[in-house]
Nanobody
Framework: QVQLVESGGSLVQPGESLKLSCAASGFLFSNTPMSWGRQAPGKERELVARISASGGITNLADSVKGRFTISRDNAKNAVYLQMNDLKPEDTAQYYC???????WGRGTQVTVSS
């Protein structure tokens, strides 16, 4: 069955960086576009980054463009989210998403606070 396990969330100060990882299993990862989404308390979940199956095409939400980078390693069945210049409004639970399976991982918490 499809499994997505996120890791790397932490408490950081504004301006710092963090890299999230998502380990995937149970499906043909190298053929599947992947995304990262986030959900802040009291808000709806939103997609912030998407990467094509080959990794050649990425899309970022305007709110994170220029600060976040999505990448993947198909040999390791992993997708990453590099987050730079973090802001308090980036505080949220971050989730990995397997597009074609409409499947979300359980998430990892990112808190940005001084």
């Amino acid at each position: 069955q499809v499994q997505l396990v996120e890791s790397g969330g932490s408490l950081v100060q504004p301006g710092e960086s963090l890299k999230l990882s998502c380990a995937a299993s149970g499906f043909l990862f190298s053929n599947t576009p992947m995304s990262w989404g986030r959900q802040a308390p009291g808000k709806e979940r939103e997609l912030v980054a998407r990467i094509s199956a080959s990794g050649g095409i990425t899309n970022l939400a305007d709110s994170v463009k220029g600060r976040f980078t999505i990448s993947r390693d198909n040999a390791k069945n992993a997708v990453y989210l590099q987050m730079n210049d973090l802001k308090p409004e980036d505080t949220a639970q971050y989730y990995c998403y397997a597009d074609w399976f409409f499947f979300w991982g359980r998430g990892t918490q990112v808190t940005v606070s001084s």
